[in-house]
């Protein structure tokens, strides 16, 4: 397979230079998402030497890698945040990633989100939930009052995490996502899978962690913010169920094999990423969800 270096690519490698990652940091994440080693390496020559070349001489890139994201002093505004995304410049209606071809469905801006078709096998999905299955409790979520874990009221469903790449599936699933996003398989937290019973639902929440709240400071030691959230299907409910976006008046009906994602760039209910699970009606409900930080999730 041939892969050519995207305008998206090069946008993203003078991002990750503009934030302070060393040369190595970003070539190893481009492998990780499934670049080869001979492009990734082309393209960080050449996007790094032409975006050089562009600058005034007042604006050399950092000189020690850094570890953290906060602004860059006096260039933050050049370059918006990167964000995990997929690359839809040109309106494709399928999109390569890597081992299988996914089909975009629906997009919208605000918030910024994409449905996609066709991201997992209906067989990987079997074995998500078959593997799952004997290792789900009831779920928690991340306490920001403390940073710890907690029954959450608002969430009645079942749940359980896998560890990033405990297994050859996970491991193909997790690359496939950084593919498709452009965002490295490190940056991610341990796939999630929820049961949902009839009558359980997720009430409506942000998924990033709020920066007024106190314990959010000892959560985002581990990889910074979350920056976006990827939810696949894995079976089909009779009735309800759908992932609602209240702020748009979106509801997407869960379909086996697709996901949707949404992106936000800041901790804030500007970016509309407000959204819940609906109670089922009728049936059960498996999904699977990714979450992706800023940084590296150790
Ligand atoms: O299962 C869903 O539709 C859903 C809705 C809201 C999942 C999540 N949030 C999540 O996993 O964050
Ligand atoms: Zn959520």
Redesign the pocket.
Request: charged share 15%; glycine share 16%.
């Given at each position: 397979m041939t892969q050519t270096v995207t305008p998206a690519l090069r946008d993203w490698i003078v991002a990750q230079a503009t934030a302070g990652f060393a040369p190595d940091a970003v070539l190893q994440a481009m492998l990780d998402a499934g670049w080869s080693e001979a492009v990734a390496l082309d393209a960080l020559e050449h996007t790094l030497s032409e975006h050089l070349a562009e600058r005034a001489p007042t604006q050399a890139l950092p000189q020690a890698p850094r570890q953290v994201t906060e602004a860059a002093p006096g260039r933050a505004e050049a370059f918006a945040p990167p964000l995990p995304q997929p690359d839809l410049r040109g309106a494709p209606r399928l999109l390569d990633a890597g081992d299988r071809t996914v089909e975009v469905l629906v997009s919208l801006r605000r918030p910024q989100l994409v449905l996609f078709g066709n991201l997992l096998a209906p067989e990987e999905c079997e074995a998500l939930v078959a593997a799952a299955r004997p290792r789900m409790s009831r779920s928690l979520t991340v306490e920001t009052q403390t940073g710890g874990e907690a029954l959450n009221a608002d969430r009645t469903s079942q749940g359980m995490f896998f560890r990033r790449g405990e297994s050859e599936l996970i491991a193909r699933i997790e690359a496939r996502i950084a593919r498709l996003l452009h965002w490295p398989v490190e940056h991610g937290e341990g796939l999630?899978v929820?049961q949902y019973r009839p009558g359980a639902e997720?009430k409506p929440h942000y998924?990033y962690f709020d920066p007024k709240e106190p314990g959010t400071p000892k959560i985002t030691q581990r990889g910074g913010q979350r920056v976006g959230?990827l939810?696949m299907y894995l079976n089909e409910p009779v009735r309800g169920g759908g992932?609602t976006f209240p702020d748009v008046g979106l509801e997407v009906a869960p379909q086996r094999g697709n996901a949707v994602f949404f992106a936000y760039d800041r901790p804030h209910p500007a970016t509309q990423t407000l959204?819940?699970?609906a109670p089922v009606l009728e049936g059960e409900?498996w999904?699977a969800?990714k979450w992706l930080r800023e940084r590296e999730f150790v």
């Open positions: 999630q929820l997720y998924d959230t939810v992932t959204h819940g699970g409900k999904v969800t």
